[in-house]
């Protein structure tokens, strides 16, 4: 079954936060679908994926500038249904569909709580995920990190 965490920004934006859970994901040697709704998010996430660290980088591509995703642990989209390096773990980020979630392990939902319109779209996906016995948690930013609330 699939385990759903959502990771509520509060302190950080997302290009800073999100390469430092990928950087966890990938040191468990999961390997990474992000799915995001605009080309724009995923521009500046390729950036901040190569300069988040000054001696380090997370090996990614985008899925449509790659000819072999299947060696790459993290993979850039905004199509639904595509897992082209065989991804254990989905980033949903900007409330992307997720009718394929159940052939993932886990997925890691990231919305901005001081938008107010990602933030209602958040609680109507934790509420269909909830309602559909999905095993969800919650979880805060704060300056101290991330605090699991539920």
């Known amino acids: 079954m699939t385990e759903v965490s959502f990771y509520h920004l509060q302190i950080e934006p997302l290009e800073k936060a999100l390469?430092?859970?990928?950087e966890k994901v990938?040191?468990?040697d999961f390997r990474v679908l992000v799915r995001a709704v605009s080309e724009e998010l995923l521009e500046t996430l390729d950036d901040s994926l190569w300069t988040f660290k000054a001696d380090s980088f997370l090996p990614h591509a985008r899925a449509d500038d790659t000819q072999s995703p299947e060696l790459q642990p993290i993979i850039l989209t905004t199509e639904e249904g595509l897992n082209p390096n065989s991804a254990n773990v989905l980033?949903?980020?900007?409330d992307a569909a997720a009718e394929d979630l159940t052939s993932f392990d886990?997925?890691?939902y990231m919305f901005n709580g001081n938008d107010d319109e990602a933030l209602a779209l958040a609680r109507a996906r934790w509420k269909k995920f909830k309602d559909g016995d999905v095993l969800v948690s919650y979880?805060?930013?704060?300056?101290q990190g991330w605090q699991k609330k539920a």
């Open 19 to 22: 390469p430092r859970l990928l």
């Open 26 to 28: 990938l040191a468990r």
């Open 91 to 94: 980033a949903l980020l900007e």
């Open 106 to 108: 886990r997925c890691l």
């Open 139 to 143: 979880h805060q930013q704060t300056d």
